[in-house]
């Protein structure tokens, strides 16, 4: 010691290399994706059709799609989004169909026995009966496994749509020796309504089929030949969606007001008695 004070030694670390910096770069990243994200989305937005835009502000003004389908019946609830198919839209739609019977093995070997068409009531699905049981069993309403597989790939798509459907039933003029009181009326009616059955249990919705039509062999595919095989076919109809057609006011499942009741006749005072 100097002076009686004691000596101090100071010793200092070297300093390596900084230590953790926690997660703030997982913060900074997170923004910057959903930045992307934000961007793309408003891309997308930007070139899509007025329609999906209608169907997009729709949903974030009624998500549980309760008040009306959003744009052009596109739902606004959390499901799968479905658009109404209007008549410029029908060859899209056709064209779709079409790809879902080529893509199918099964279906792809009898494709010329499925035809698809744009009428003046919507896009028209026929299936024609060859020589043998193409679509149903013979002189029977039962599908085979064809008609089981097309038809529930029918459903399927068509039951992602708004559109209301026709079901119709033909046959060829040969006449049905099956059993008594049973004529090729009933069992062209029945055939549309297996089909029919067969496709709200697959995807169709309960209210989305109007009509059933048993034609037998008035309307015949063939008429230079009667009794061509093609006559014999059940014809889905998918019915344009117009403008003018009612929103939907109820979310499903929502319990519907009772219809208001009917004025009853006006009570009469009774007849004196003498």
């Known amino acids: 010691m100097m002076n009686g004070q004691p000596i101090i030694i100071v010793k200092r670390r070297a300093?390596?290399?900084g230590g953790h910096h926690g997660g703030a770069w997982k913060v900074a990243y997170a923004d910057f994706v959903t930045a992307m994200m934000s961007l793309f989305i408003v891309l997308w937005l930007a070139s899509s059709s007025e329609q999906v835009k209608k169907a997009v502000g729709g949903y974030f003004n009624d998500p549980k799609g309760a008040i009306k389908d959003a744009g052009n019946g596109m739902k606004g609830g959390g499901g799968a989004a479905t658009v109404a198919v209007k008549k410029d839209d029908m060859n899209k739609l056709k064209e779709k169909l079409e790809q879902a019977v080529k893509d199918s093995a099964a279906l792809r070997k009898i494709k010329e026995h499925i035809v698809f068409t744009v009428t003046n009531e919507g896009l028209r699905v026929e299936m024609l009966e060859g020589d043998g049981s193409t679509f149903f069993e013979s002189a029977s309403p039962t599908p085979t496994a064809f008609g089981n597989d097309?038809?529930?790939k029918l459903a399927d798509e068509v039951g992602k749509l708004p559109n209301k459907i026709t079901v119709e039933g033909h046959t060829d003029s040969r006449v049905y020796n099956g059993r008594a009181n049973y004529s090729n009326w009933e069992l062209s009616a029945d055939r549309a309504n297996a089909a029919r059955r067969l496709m709200?249990?697959?995807?169709?919705?309960?209210?989305?089929?109007?009509?059933?039509?048993?034609?037998?062999?008035q309307s015949l595919r063939n008429p230079a030949n009667p009794e061509d095989g093609s006559n014999r076919r059940v014809t889905l109809i998918i019915q344009y969606?117009?403008?003018?057609e009612p929103e939907t006011k109820h979310a499903p499942g929502e319990a519907q007001p009772p219809p208001a009741p009917k004025p009853g006749p006006e009570s009469k005072p009774a007849p004196a008695a003498h």
């Open 15 to 17: 300093k390596g290399h």
């Open 150 to 152: 097309l038809l529930q």
């Open 200 to 217: 709200q249990e697959n995807g169709i919705r309960p209210d989305q089929v109007t009509q059933v039509r048993g034609f037998a062999d």
């Open 241 to 244: 969606q117009t403008d003018t």
